[in-house]
C-alpha cells in the first residue's frame, strides 16, 4: 500500500488543540472486545502462517521467541488471543484494523527486551490483546556514501551494527551495548550507549520512519507531522502506532579506538573512586567513555576511547590519575571489534556473533533505574556497598552522560534526562524458580532503589523508560480517557518524560484519541480539559 503524504507545515498551537477536541468529540467510541469476531477478521485478512493463535501448535514457541525475562513465562500470566508474525506491512494494517473493528488492542513486539514484558504479556486477563511481532522486518539497507541506514523494527542492534561494519570500517551508531536488543524499542525509548558522550541518543540520528497509525494507515515522516515523529522518537514503544522501520543517521568513527576494563575492590579505595568518578567521567573530552559496574565488593571501570591507546591513557592520567590506568591495561581494535568486547566481555570475539539472536528466555530479572543530578556522598556508596553483601544482591551499572548529551535541550526529543550526571541502573537476576527466591531478588532491587532516594534526581524522581519499570504505576482498566486516567499516569509518566510527558499525551490525543494502542504504561490521551491551558 502507498504511504499516504501530506505537507510537512506545523498547525499553531491553537489550532492544534482545537484539532485535539474536535478529534476526541466527534470520533465514534471504541467498540466492545469482540475476540471471536477479531481472530475471523484476522484468518480472512491475513495468510495462515503469520497468524497464531491459542489454537496453533506454534502459539508457544513463536511467544516465547523473544521472550528475555523467565518471569513472564508463567502459566498464569495473561498471553495474546492472537500473535501475527507480520512479514510485511499489509500484515501489521490488517492487524490493526481487524484489532480497532473489534475492540483487540494490538501490542507491537520488536525484540521482547522490554524489563516487564509489556510488548506480549498483560497484568490482567480482563481484556483480549494480540501482539504483531515484528522479528522478520529485519531487514537493513546501510548507504555507505550518504552516511544512512534505513533498518526494519524487527532487527537487533548486532544485526545493525554487523550491516554497517560490513559496509565501512569507517562508520558506526551510537546504540546500545545489548546486542540482541531490538532496534524498535531502543529507538522508541531513545536509546543510549558507549557513543553517547560524543554523538548523544540513538533516536537523535533518527530521520524518517514509516508507521502503521491507529487507522491502519502506513505514514512516513512527511505524512505523519512533525508532532508524531517527535513523540516516536524517545516516547516509548507501543503507545503511537507501529513503526515497521526507521532511517538512521549513521557518526564516523575512526580506524582505531581504544578499551580498557580495570577492577578495583572496595579494600582498594573503591568508595573513594566512586567518589570521584561521578564528578570526572561526565566531564571528560567527549571522545572518552568512562562507566562503572559494582557488583559484591568490586568496582569495574569499563571505557571507550574514540582513538589509540596513547590518547586514552593520557586522559586518564590527566583527569583521573586516581584510577591508575597503565599502557597495560588498553586494547586498541577497529570500532566493531570495541562492540564485540563490551558486548561479550573480551576481545577475539567472531563478528558473526552480533547476528545471535538468543534462544530464549535464560534467567529472571527485575530493574530500576535513578538519575543522579548532584555527586552521591561517599556514606551512601558505603550503603550501597552493604547491600552488594546481602544475600540476593545483583549489580548497579553507572553510564556517565555529559559531552553531546548536555547541548541538546531536553525538549528536543521525549527524553529529558540529558543535563543529569549519570543513569543508574539497579539490576537483580536469577536462575532459580520460585516465589521466595524471586521475592529475594526483587526484595534487594527495591530496596537499595529505595537507599538511595535521598541521593538522586526528584520532583520528579527521574527514571529511563527503557528501564521499564511498574513500580512507578501503571494505567487503570477504566477505559474513560478522562482526567482521572491522565492524573494517574502522570505518576509514571513525569519520571520517564518529566515536563515532555503532557505534550506526547497531547500527541496521543490527536492520533489516537481512543487509546487503542494502549498497555499498562503507555501514553493516555490528553484530557479536553486540559487541552490550551
Known amino acids: 500500500m502507498a504511504i499516504v503524504r501530506r505537507s510537512l507545515a506545523l498547525p499553531l498551537l491553537a489550532a492544534f488543540f482545537a484539532v485535539l477536541h474536535r478529534a476526541a468529540s466527534a470520533a465514534p467510541a471504541a467498540p466492545s472486545p469482540d475476540t471471536s469476531s477479531f481472530l475471523r477478521c484476522l484468518a480472512a485478512d491475513l495468510p495462515p502462517q503469520v497468524l497464531h493463535t491459542n489454537a496453533s501448535p506454534s502459539y508457544t514457541s513463536v511467544l516465547e521467541s523473544s521472550i528475555k ?7 498464569a500470566t495473561p498471553t495474546p488471543v492472537a500473535i501475527v508474525k507480520a512479514a510485511g506491512a499489509s500484515h501489521v494494517q490488517a492487524a490493526v484494523r481487524c484489532g480497532a473493528r473489534h475492540g483487540v488492542r494490538v501490542r507491537p513486539r520488536s525484540g521482547g527486551h522490554d524489563y516487564e514484558g509489556l510488548s506480549y504479556r498483560a497484568l490482567s486477563a480482563a481484556r483480549p490483546f494480540a501482539v504483531v511481532d515484528l522479528a522478520a522486518l529485519r531487514a537493513v539497507r546501510v548507504d555507505a556514501g550518504r552516511r544512512t541506514a534505513w533498518i526494519g523494527s524487527g532487527a537487533t542492534l548486532g544485526e545493525l551494527y554487523y550491516a554497517i561494519a560490513n559496509r565501512s570500517a569507517r562508520l558506526g551508531f551510537p546504540g546500545g551495548v545489548g546486542p540482541t536488543v531490538g532496534v524498535g524499542g531502543h529507538l522508541s525509548g531513545g536509546g ?11 533516536a537523535d540520528h533518527v530521520v524518517d520512519a514509516v508507521i502503521v497509525d491507529a487507522e491502519g494507515r502506513l505514514l512516513d515522516r512527511v505524512a505523519m507531522g512533525e508532532d508524531l515523529f517527535w513523540a516516536i522518537r524517545g516516547g516509548g514503544g507501543g503507545s503511537f502506532g507501529v513503526v515497521l522501520r526507521w532511517k538512521l543517521r549513521l557518526v564516523r568513527v575512526p580506524a582505531t579506538v581504544a578499551v580498557f576494563t580495570v577492577h578495583r575492590a572496595r579494600n582498594q579505595s573503591a568508595t573513594a573512586l566512586l567518589a570521584r568518578w561521578q564528578r570526572v567521567a561526565p566531564a571528560l573530552p ?3 567513555f568512562l562507566r562503572a559496574v559494582l557488583q559484591n565488593q568490586d568496582a569495574q571501570f569499563e571505557s571507550l576511547y574514540l582513538g589509540p591507546c596513547a590518547g586514552l591513557v593520557a586522559a586518564m592520567a590527566a583527569r583521573f590519575p586516581e584510577l591508575g590506568v597503565t599502557p597495560r591495561d ?11 568486547y563490551f558486548a561479550f566481555y573480551g576481545a577475539g570475539k567472531p563478528r558473526e556473533q552480533l547476528l545471535d539472536r538468543g534462544a530464549g528466555p535464560e534467567r529472571y530479572f527485575k530493574a530500576k533505574s535513578d538519575y543522579v543530578s548532584a555527586p552521591v556522598p561517599s556514606h551512601a556508596w558505603e550503603s550501597a556497598w552493604r547491600w552488594l553483601l546481602r544475600d540476593g544482591a545483583g549489580l548497579l551499572i553507572l553510564d556517565p552522560y555529559g559531552g553531546r548529551m548536555g547541548g541538546v535541550s531536553p525538549s528536543a526529543t521525549p527524553f529529558p534526562h540529558r543535563r543529569e550526571l549519570f543513569n543508574l541502573q539497579y539490576y537483580g537476576f536469577w536462575f532459580e524458580n520460585g516465589t521466595g527466591v524471586a521475592e529475594k531478588h526483587v526484595g534487594w532491587v527495591r530496596g537499595v532503589h529505595r537507599e538511595m532516594e535521598p541521593y538522586v534526581s526528584r520532583n520528579p524522581r527521574g527514571a529511563y523508560v527503557n528501564y521499564r519499570d511498574l513500580d512507578l504505576g501503571v494505567n487503570g482498566d477504566d477505559d474513560d480517557g478522562g482526567e482521572g486516567g491522565y492524573e494517574k499516569a502522570r505518576a509514571w509518566g513525569e519520571a520517564y518524560f518529566k515536563a515532555n510527558f503532557e505534550r506526547l499525551a497531547a500527541v496521543k490525543a490527536k492520533v489516537d484519541p481512543h487509546d487503542f494502542f494502549r498497555n499498562e504504561q503507555s501514553i493516555p490521551p490528553l484530557p479536553s480539559s486540559r487541552k490550551g491551558l
Open 69 to 75: 525475562n523467565l518471569l513472564f513465562v508463567a502459566p
Open 286 to 288: 567527549r571522545d572518552v
Open 192 to 202: 543510549f550507549g558507549l557513543l553517547l558522550r560524543k554523538h548523544g541518543l540513538a
Open 330 to 340: 588498553c586494547v586498541e581494535m577497529a570500532w566493531i571489534e570495541s562492540v564485540l
